[in-house]
């Protein structure tokens, strides 16, 4: 499973503030045996987010592309604004599950704003903006997405069998 | 309570696959006292699915749609694209409360992708794709969908009373 | 925090019927301290909804508008459509939070078709509509709402620090 991190920060990408969360989601999934293929600091700047999320599953880069920061409720944060723009088909069972997840640690994961979604053949899910959260909900969520890429990764949809397991 | 069932399967409508979640469905209804107006397997095709779904609300055939298949994450996987797509307004809850309820026997209920929305006066709620799935699921929820079909289908916003107390 | 409260009902607008939730919401906000800068009952009129919100935001007039009534099934029902029109950007985790919680006392909750969002400055929230309901959910989501409005509101987007913290 080929990997992508995007970390939206106005100040990361300044400079002016260290990405922590980045950096801890490239170590995790490739300790978890996968391949980071690209990682990026962008601008807190949809119109960049867009061009960035669409072109790496345009040109089927990654498989699977985890974003950070931007999921706040400041006027910049727009990740998820910029992520289901570019995405055909929308996922919220994955955003769902790491706020409820979340949430048995702190009742304030009920104001993240992380959406996941799919387009062509590249899933992107928002991670949490804090190092702490991103750690936890990637453990979470990460065999799962495993899962779903290992089975039905451009299986066409069947009544029955795997595809079925899947959609449990 | 008047249900239309349809099965999304390109398999299944070749006739290369038996359609197994489809008669569960009219199984476990027909069994909760529902009539079951129509049934039906249809490619993954979104078009096609849009038009079943709007004929049978435009119609006023059914008051609920049950459909099963085409929640995943293929690219022919297109049902819940679908049910947006001819929705005035969507119902987020039922599709959260079957996630959040099927994560209980397997975490992996997080990548169903289903929806729920309403048509004039025709609810539709996507059902899971496997048999088993759609088994745990529809014995969870009928018994509200019904609840909700008695006390509110056509009667007008109110601030209390009956249609307050559904509203929790 | 200043707080704007809108009722949806017609019998309530028509004077038919006593509008309960409105003022235990009210209620309830100022023994927390917060000020109730306005208080409306409206008729569930999309479009007279949408005004009322984006007149309150765009004014800069409150820092959190809560809504009652209108998140039902019955063809009047518009309080979700009319909120998500006119936000910006979504915050989906509250009325999924919601919900959760209210589903703890009855499965009926998964019914309600609250959203919440925020434009400009502003974040709106759909609560249920039975005064039951609202306080349960009020006194679940209140000291949320506030925290994030303490920490964020106006704050841009960065990597660490507070703004993580929140996003968790």
């Given at each position: 499973m080929r990997v992508a991190v995007i970390t939206s920060s106005d100040s990361g990408y300044e400079g002016k503030r260290e990405d922590l969360s980045g950096p801890v989601i490239e170590k995790m999934v490739t300790e978890a045996g996968y391949q980071v293929v690209s990682k990026v600091i962008l601008p807190d700047d949809r119109k960049m987010l867009e061009a960035e999320l669409a072109r790496i599953a345009d040109a089927g880069e990654a498989d699977l592309i985890l974003t950070t920061g931007g999921t706040g409720f400041s006027p910049r944060d727009v990740m998820p604004e910029a992520t289901l723009a570019v995405c055909?088909?929308?996922?919220?069972?994955i955003p769902e599950a790491m706020r409820a997840y979340s949430m048995q640690f702190t009742k304030r994961a009920m104001l993240t704003r992380s959406a996941a979604g799919i387009r062509k053949q590249t899933l992107i899910v928002n991670m949490p903006g804090s190092p702490k959260a991103v750690t936890e909900c990637l453990e979470y969520i990460l065999p799962e997405l495993h899962h779903g890429w290992r089975f039905f990764w451009g299986r066409p949809g069947t009544v029955r069998g795997n595809n079925g397991a899947f959609r449990r």
């Open positions: 055909e088909r929308a996922v919220p069972g």
